[in-house]
């Protein structure tokens, strides 16, 4: 079925996990099922027990929490997919969505952070496997850096981005994320972010939080991860996406295989621009967006960027019957 009604296709970033995520998807779908299955056959490691039963301070790790979080939102789309498509995914004994399925459903796809790789399985540039195993060593490498050099990440509410810049650059750390507006988080060591938000809360922030983050991400302390993961993807297959992509990097559809490579590597060690992002994904004319995987977090940051936006959070089979029951139901007036 090819639906006159596309969405944009959104992924979440590490934080979403939560125990018992995917759970009932795959105890009632064959879908969801097989993707959690060849997880734990491609790791070799047992992703369905830390997906369905934690505990939880287990699955929060970096290394545990980015592959769990990804097997699930794909598996989550898998679901999706096949209940919007009404029949069965899958072709040569993989039971997993084809590029031609995404393109039925799918405007573009873009993901916060882990998410942007999930994005790019879900837009075919990468197969399921290859993301996995990119994933894995990903949480794997930042985990590694974070116990190498302990950091800290803070969220300052309410102050100018170019006041907290210089408050940075002033003390060693970075801006990590620009999610939506009048919030800007930043990073770097535990010291320093620990002073910049004391800093910023005498200034002219509204609000700091802490976040709680086994590390600093996005900041000059993942080089070391990042020069790893470089290897890694020397020897991943990516191809160009089938739907429109936009990179976290720089809030721009990309095409090019190389620099979606090049972008996967530099979100280590560089800010990520979400705002941004889904404001060029508004331009182009898309206004409804599926929040497919844990959570429901990019539905709250959509709706502080731009509240015409529509993020329906897709998660349990209840999400997934509410949103395919009324597809299937338009029949022959839904097609092209």
């Given at each position: 079925?090819?639906?006159?009604?596309?969405?944009?296709?959104?992924?979440?970033?590490?934080?979403?996990?939560?125990?018992?995520?995917?759970?009932?998807?795959?105890?009632?779908?064959?879908?969801?099922?097989?993707?959690?299955?060849?997880?734990?056959?491609?790791?070799?490691?047992?992703?369905?027990?830390?997906?369905?039963?934690?505990?939880?301070?287990?699955?929060?790790?970096?290394?545990?929490?980015?592959?769990?979080?990804?097997?699930?939102?794909?598996?989550?789309?898998?679901?999706?997919?096949?209940?919007?498509?009404?029949?069965?995914?899958?072709?040569?004994?993989?039971?997993?969505?084809?590029?031609?399925?995404?393109?039925?459903?799918?405007?573009?796809?873009?993901?916060?952070?882990?998410?942007e790789p999930t994005a790019l399985v879900a837009s075919g540039a990468m197969s399921f496997e290859d993301g996995l195993k990119f994933v894995?060593?990903?949480?794997?490498?930042?985990?590694?850096?974070?116990?190498?050099?302990?950091g800290k990440m803070a969220s300052v509410i309410g102050m100018e981005l170019d006041k907290v810049e210089e408050l940075c650059m002033g003390l060693g750390c970075q801006v990590a994320n620009l999610n939506?507006?009048?919030?800007?988080?930043?990073?770097g060591a535990a010291s320093r972010v620990e002073l910049a938000a004391d800093l910023a809360k005498s200034q002219d922030a509204k609000k700091v939080i802490m976040l709680k983050v086994s590390g600093a991400f996005h900041s000059e302390l993942m080089l070391p991860a990042k020069e790893k993961l470089i290897k890694v993807l020397e020897e991943i297959d990516i191809k160009e996406p089938v739907i429109d992509f936009i990179s976290n990097i720089d809030a721009e559809i990309t095409r090019d295989p190389a620099k979606i490579k090049e972008n996967l590597a530099n979100q280590l060690d560089n800010k990520t621009l979400w705002e941004a992002s889904m404001k060029k994904a508004a331009s182009l004319g898309v206004k409804d967006y599926l929040e497919v995987g844990p959570g429901s977090v990019l539905k709250g940051l959509a709706k502080k960027i731009d509240n015409t936006l529509k993020v329906t959070p897709i998660h349990t089979p209840e999400d997934i019957k509410s949103l395919a029951e009324p597809q299937l139901q338009e029949g022959p007036e839904a097609a092209q």
């Open positions: 079925m090819i639906m006159e009604r596309k969405f944009g296709l959104l992924f979440p970033g590490q934080g979403a996990q939560q125990a018992g995520m995917g759970r009932e998807l795959y105890e009632i779908q064959a879908a969801a099922r097989w993707v959690y299955d060849r997880a734990d056959e491609v790791l070799g490691r047992d992703i369905k027990r830390l997906c369905f039963e934690g505990p939880e301070n287990e699955l929060a790790t970096t290394a545990n929490s980015q592959p769990c979080i990804f097997t699930t939102s794909i598996a989550t789309l898998n679901v999706l997919v096949e209940k919007l498509k009404g029949s069965p995914v899958g072709n040569d004994e993989r039971e997993i969505f084809s590029p031609e399925d995404i393109q039925s459903i799918g405007a573009l796809a873009m993901g916060l952070s882990l998410g894995a060593k990903r949480g794997e490498f930042m985990e590694e850096a974070s116990n190498k050099e302990p939506s507006p009048g919030q800007v988080v930043i990073s």
